[in-house]
DNA sequence: GTCTATATACCGATAGAC
DNA sequence: GTCTATCGGTATATAGAC
């Protein structure tokens, strides 16, 4: 446990506000003094406790990624059979992103720039995540629970949906501002539900 | 077909460049000097022709949307059943993005700021591509071909799928020289057996 | 540890010669 | 239409007082 994850309360409220920022901007886009002031600290506190602006975003990247990953395995592990497994790898991954709506948009930005700002860490967890779900699928497959498929191209489309469901909220708030009329109705229900429906979506679309 | 889409090569290749600029590093980190070294021409040039850095990220993204959603839209529209316009519909994505690799890049980017910087057409045409989904999967339950799924859900899964698989190549690279050992071979083949089998997947999710 | 003030560098954009 | 040279604004980062 680093220094930064302590509970200094100060330092935590600028993280908390940065990951907002660098979510909505990215890293080049987010404004330091902006982070500052909404942060309500003063900018030099912010290279007095963290760093620079580099360090700042790999402090959240990497506290996000920690936190996420680590409910995830131990989630996973708890499970025997690969249905369950698979459903608790799609639930609290949904949970997470819910949780910490900072998460998603900072990844997707990361996958367009070829993962060039994660911290070494970060790139850890990604891959202790994707080999989870490749056991996941090995079990079932070798259970005859799971049809065959290649195991990087099913992770692919379970992270995208994920991924995509997670951080398309603002995304879709403005389609449905602007297309009002045209947009079918109450297609959007609370989270636990949609949780359940990508579950069932993504296992139906494995399941022999 | 407004002056920029005209075959004037100096634009076409400012354009070009400024894609892979835009989809790299975004619009707040990409750097107009170096687009225009890249692009072999004089900074002046870029002003001169286009106007400033935000209007050459707009036309980058129209031309792109515009070329790729015609293509969809035309291809669904040529098939009658609710499958076939549904693989047409991934199918056709799949080569889109494969045959202009800024494309998911940047709508990832997009989606991770609420879609702040897509021009108007953009937005028209995401909303067309939705909706154009949106009747192949009620055709295909009225048909009793397709079970009920939400929608909203069902488009975010399918597009989640495709633009990750499509944006997730560096960072599949950068995975692979870091673990080399530990991870599963032959995990990726030809594209075109790759847009079968995202294509496979999803319909296997959607069918009765 | 926190503030003000400022250094330093960079970047988007343009003026003006050709 | 294309070049050089440069302006003006802005952002990161720090020095130094308190």
New binding site residues.
Partial sequence: MTRLESADT?TMQILKVAASHFAEKGLAG????EIARDAG?????I???IG???ELYSEVFRANMHQSAEKLLSNVASKTSAEDKLRAYITTMVENLHDNPCAAPMMMREMASGGENIPEEGLNYVMRIFMTLTEILKQGQEEGEFRESNPAITHLMIIGSIMFYAAGEPMRQKLMTLFDGELPQQVFTDDGRLAAEISDLLVHALKN
């Fill in positions: 100060t987010a404004r330091v003094d600290v003063n900018k030099a506190t290279y007095y406790h620079g602006k580099a």
